[in-house]
């Protein structure tokens, strides 16, 4: 199957800084790169959708300039976390989404974040 | 608002038991439906239904969809230990984008 990759797999950080994670699609083309965070024993919560070369969808309740997103080409999508504080520690994980059309969305391995 | 719920919540077997995990959904213009695993990271892709009544089997795993009755089951037989997981189901509705709306999974425990 289609293989997508997540960069880093661990951060730790200070509260107040920002992290960057990238989401990449290594053998496939993805024209949408979804977003999703889960949080301990609950299931996945999307955040925002990711079309290359235009704005993301964020969903309600998500704040666009507090999780920035930048899909700049069709193998590469990364959430910036600006400002993190504990309570965005989480497991973020993105998928993605073939160019030719099929549904399937395959995902990373997930970035865990924590925040101290 | 889409909508997908799975049953049973968590699952203790033997291996060797057969289980069977239901899901259900409420979904505008629903598209099709995905089963993935999730263990310790995240989810691995499964199966994908997008047509009533026609089986899709991968070795001890089969899927089946009800798009009248709007639920799917998704079993496993002959279980081993290494079945233990998170089994999670999605819909996809809309045009576009096809976004997933997630159940809350199903934690499956299958003991020696």
């Known amino acids: 199957g289609a293989v997508v990759s997540q960069h880093p797999s661990w951060v730790i950080c200070k509260s107040g800084t920002s992290v960057k994670i990238e989401c990449r699609s290594l053998?496939?083309?993805?024209?949408?790169m979804f977003w999703y965070r889960q949080f301990p024993k609950q299931s996945l919560m999307l955040m925002a959708t990711s079309n290359e070369g235009s704005k993301a969808t964020y969903e309600q309740g998500v704040e666009k300039d507090k999780f920035l997103i930048n899909h700049a080409s069709l193998t590469l999508s990364t959430l910036t976390v600006t400002s993190a504080h504990p309570e965005d520690s989480s497991f973020y994980i993105c998928?993605?989404?073939?160019?030719?059309?099929?549904?399937?969305?395959?995902f990373g391995p997930g970035t865990r974040l924590l925040v101290l | 608002e889409d909508k997908v719920v799975q049953s049973p919540l968590s699952l203790v077997v033997h291996e060797g038991d057969t289980v069977t995990l239901n899901c259900s959904y409420e979904?505008?213009?629903?598209?099709?439906l995905l089963w993935y695993k999730q263990e310790k990271k995240a989810p691995t892709f499964l199966f994908m239904l997008t047509s009533s009544g026609i089986e899709k089997k991968s070795g001890r795993l089969s899927s089946i969809l009800d798009k009248k009755e709007l639920f799917s089951i998704l079993n496993i037989t002959a279980t081993q230990t290494g079945d233990s997981a998170v089994y999670l189901c999605?819909?996809?509705?809309?045009?576009?984008?096809?976004?997933?709306?997630f159940g809350k999974g199903t934690k499956l425990s299958v003991i020696p």
């Open positions: 999605a819909a996809t509705s809309g045009a576009g984008s096809y976004q997933l709306t």
């Open positions: 053998d496939f083309q993805a024209t949408t």
């Open positions: 998928s993605a989404r073939a160019s030719t059309g099929i549904e399937t969305q395959y």
């Open positions: 979904v505008t213009n629903f598209r099709s």
